[in-house]
């Protein structure tokens, strides 16, 4: 997914909390627990670069940890929080 152009689905909202965030679908009525601040920024920045390499680049994460990252978002667009654009 790493050169994939992504977005949150528009249907989304998020919800800051302490740990992260809450993403509700109000379509789906799915309520997801995005459990770092750092994915949640990511979350709401895909949008702003050509993919998610970009985004990950512009948040100043470790290229070692990009894995994890594209772990995340792919759990994040099975449960259809993440969308291609």
Known sequence: MLDSPLKLHPSVALRPEP?????????????????????????????QHPDLQSTLSAHGIDEQQWDNYDKAICSLIESDVVVAR
Request: aromatic residues 14%.
């Open 19 to 47: 740990f992260g965030a809450l993403a509700y679908h109000y379509d789906n009525r799915r309520l997801i627990f995005l459990k770092h601040p750092t994915i949640v920024d990511v979350v709401k920045d895909l949008e």
